[in-house]
Each structure stands twice: as structure tokens, then as C-alpha cells.
């Protein structure tokens, strides 16, 4: 029942080329820093990713963007990441958009074991009639287009089907977490990272404070340890570390405010 690996590095050891990778995170809050910098170490390449962003340029999932580690992206949000665009663009990426909560409820429901559900999200737009730019060709046109997604009528309102996403991995990032892998997450680094580890076969959670079982109170657990199989203890420096996507300084009378 210890989950907690010796390093980092260990822990993605068996990330294989073309693996799939379910990861936490929005746009820098909550996102596994530390296991995305030993994924780069270890090299593997061709990565399918389900994520709400690709990280920013020079952070996050964004440092296997620029080295061209990722091939296909499965998420919502494209902003803040203009490599992600050029790539995306110039078709050398693979990109399906997704509505967030769509996004959200695709991953929840591939951890419950729900292969598929209808959604009001997106009917009437290309997310459900398809030809959404998945890749572009060398000239710009569309060279993968979405397909057309089932839909139904409930009660005369119309649904389109959507299917529970699972990856080979998952990468998170906790607060607290238990040699067992139940975790805590703080506040808005909960986003994504509980759904994102519930898709994942094999998910690695980075804690920022590792405890002993029995310190968490079943009431304090988020996510319980069956979805998590490995853990990463963070060093102080590590937990510490974590970025943000924009600063914003405005000038006050007296001295310059930073506004997060």
C-alpha cells in the first residue's frame, strides 16, 4: 500500500512513446510542474494529451509542447501559449476543442466507467455537427475535420453524445496526500486535477506534504487512493515554486500594486 516512489523520475519511467496522459491543472494552477519536468527528462515523445490548456510557453505542459513531445491535444482552452497556436496552425498539432464542462464530465465519467453520455452542450454548432479543424494541412486547409456526433431527443430538447475519455496516465498535482494516495487539493488548484486522475490507468500524484495514514480524516479526502498510483513527495523548494500565467501591476499613490 506505499504508493510513494524514490523520484520523479521513477515515476515515468514506463511512459512509453504514444502513450495518452490525462493532466491536472488550469493554466498554471494545480499543473504537476515536477513530473512534467522528469516526463521531459525521460524523453517520451508522440504524447496524446486530455488537458483544459496546454500549459504557457516555457511552463507546464508547454515545455513538451516546444520540444515537440505532444502530438494531439484534447482540450478547451488554446489561449496563453503561442507555440500551441503555431504548431496548431502550421499542422504539426492535432487539436480537439472541447466544450469545458463537456471537457470536465468526458473525463469523470471514463474514471466511473461510463463509456458515454448526452450533453445539451454544443448542439447546433460544429461541436455536434462536426467539421472542427482537428489538423490543419501545410497550405492551410483542413486536413482532419470532427466528425459528426450522435444526437437525441429528451423531453423536446435535443442532446449530443459524448464519450468518457481514459488515458494509459494521469499526472497531478495535490496538496496533501497519504502513503495510501488519498489526496487534499487546495482550492482552486482542484480544478481539473481529481477528474484528470480519475481517467488515468496509472496516476501520479505529486504532493506538496506527504502525511501518514489515518491523518486524514475520510471527510478531508477529495480523491480517495484508489485512483492513485504513485506519489511523488515534493521538497519544500518544489512546493513552493509556482508560477503565474500574468502579472498585472497597477501604480497606486504610494507604491506599485501586484495584482495575481
Known sequence: ???VCATAVEAVHDIADGSSLAVG??????APEVVIGALYEQGATALSVVSNNCGVDGAGLGVLLAARRIARVTGSYVGENKEFARQYLSGELEVELTPQGTLAERLRAGGCGIPAFYTPAGVGTQVADGGLPWRYGPDGSVAVASPVKESRTFADRTYVLEHGITTDFALVRAWRGDRHGN?????????FNPLAAMAG????AEVEELVEPGALGPDQVHL?????????VLTPGQAAAKKIERRTVSASSTQGTVRH
Open 1 to 3: 500500500m506505499n504508493k
Open 25 to 30: 491543472g488550469f493554466g498554471l494552477s494545480g
Open 183 to 191: 489526496l487534499v487539493f487546495r482550492r482552486a488548484a482542484a480544478n
Open 201 to 204: 490507468r496509472i496516476t501520479i
Open 224 to 232: 480517495p487512493g484508489v485512483f492513485v498510483q504513485r506519489i511523488v
